[in-house]
């Protein structure tokens, strides 16, 4: 749900997750998982979007590394990868404005509800 909504908004460029139909290795993860798991990524083309919708999650803790049962969200180009130069990472293609969540087990609505939230703080930040 979390991946469909990213990919549907009109701030996101890109979203990174193997459950969605259209990503190039979807047909290999059908074969090899039962669901699409709970690390997505997306980008927006703007790192002051990326920043504000981060910031602005009431539900997600921002955080450097996953593996909890509760929703995570950050931007590693400032955090974990934070050390790593500006070129290694564009060579990598690791995008200054790259979000990543870890959705936990919080009940999706009320996670997308605080997305819809945070995105909608971003875009009218954008517009002013």
């Not at 703007?46 to 931007?75: A, C, H, Y």
């Not at 990598?92 to 919080?106: K, Q, Y």
């Amino acid at each position: 749900a979390i991946a469909a909504f990213l990919s549907g908004h009109p701030l996101v460029k890109r979203v990174n997750y193997a459950g969605l139909r259209d990503h190039p290795g979807s047909e290999i993860h059908a074969g090899q998982a039962t669901s699409g798991g709970s690390i997505i990524s997306f980008e927006t083309g703007d790192v002051e979007v990326s920043r504000r919708i981060v910031e602005d999650t009431k539900l997600f803790k921002i955080t450097v590394s996953f593996g909890s049962v509760t929703s995570l969200i950050s931007m590693p180009c400032y955090m974990s990868h934070a050390s790593v130069p500006a070129e290694i990472r564009a060579e990598r293609g690791l995008a200054d404005d790259l979000v990543r969540i870890s959705a936990g087990i919080e009940n999706t609505g009320d996670l997308l509800r605080d997305l819809e939230a945070a995105f909608r703080g971003a875009a009218e930040a954008k517009s002013k």
